[in-house]
């Protein structure tokens, strides 16, 4: 499925808003469901929100609801995981990834078989 990169991470005051992409070096991702993991230290990595090809479904983890949306555009091969009101506990290495089903959204980082290698999210005074 080609290449993930990431970007868009960087320092954040508490309340404001970041928005990640991942941008996939292959077309073929656009076949795949995709979905956003994080990474605190010290932690194990957690999904954070998912999308399937079309866009139909999306899922999140409840910590995000209503906070983060996930969306893509096929056309230019991007993921985007637009983060408003952003608190300190969203602190961690944000991870795109690419799935082995086209239109079931897993929760599990087992069921992703490509992954980008991270971007930074900093909540902080």
């Known amino acids: 499925q080609g290449q993930l990169v990431e970007s868009g991470g960087g320092l954040v005051q508490p309340g404001g808003s970041l928005r990640l992409s991942c941008v996939a070096s292959?077309?073929?991702?656009?076949?795949?469901?995709m979905a956003w993991f994080r990474q605190a230290p010290e932690k194990g990595r957690e999904f954070v929100a998912g999308?399937?090809?079309?866009?139909?479904?999306?899922k999140y983890t409840d910590s995000v609801k209503g906070r983060f949306t996930i969306s893509r555009d096929n056309a230019k091969n991007t993921l985007y995981l637009q983060m408003n009101n952003l608190k300190p506990e969203d602190t961690a290495v944000y991870f795109c990834?690419?799935?082995?089903?086209?239109?079931?959204?897993?929760?599990?980082?087992?069921?992703?078989?490509?992954w980008g290698q991270g971007t930074q999210v900093t909540v902080s005074s």
């Open positions: 990834a690419s799935s082995r089903f086209a239109g079931y959204v897993s929760f599990d980082a087992n069921d992703y078989v490509n």
């Open positions: 292959e077309p073929t991702v656009n076949a795949a469901c």
């Open positions: 999308i399937s090809r079309t866009e139909v479904i999306t």
